[in-house]
């Protein structure tokens, strides 16, 4: 199994980049997926998940949407109105298990699965 981010770049302030996270090898077609990212000298912290409801951080609220393209096998995140607080290496996230708290979606341990990370800088 393999997840594959792409999507980061460059971007200045009020800025939008959608990242993608394409899985091989497995479906996760009703699967719990996620996006986390980490910044430097920072640990990995939650952004948005799906899997039986969407959830996202407080920090992206009606900022980030994620969603996920089942016939692509494609996890995505549009993010608009980015912000320097915004700037991290984001990596995507799956797992085969139905997550039966709300608060699972939003631990690191829960995922079995991970993606390399791809880079997100926002300048001011």
């Known amino acids: 199994v393999q997840l594959q981010a792409s999507g980061g770049g460059l971007v200045q302030t009020g800025d939008s980049l959608r990242l993608s996270c394409a899985v091989s090898?497995?479906?996760?077609?009703?699967?719990?997926m996620a996006w986390f990212r980490q910044a430097p000298g920072k640990e990995r912290e939650f952004v948005a998940a799906?899997?039986?409801?969407?959830y996202y951080a407080d920090s992206v609220k009606d900022r980030f949407t994620i969603s996920r393209d089942n016939a692509k096998n494609t996890l995505y995140l549009q993010m608009n109105s980015l912000r320097p607080e915004d700037t991290a290496v984001y990596y995507c996230?799956?797992?085969?298990?139905?997550?039966?708290?709300?608060?699972?979606?939003?631990?690191?341990?829960?995922?079995?699965?991970w993606g390399q990370g791809t880079q997100v800088t926002v300048s001011s």
């Open positions: 090898g497995h479906s996760f077609s009703r699967a719990p």
């Open positions: 996230a799956a797992d085969d298990r139905t997550f039966n708290t709300r608060s699972r979606y939003f631990q690191v341990a829960s995922y079995y699965y």
């Open positions: 799906d899997g039986r409801g969407t």
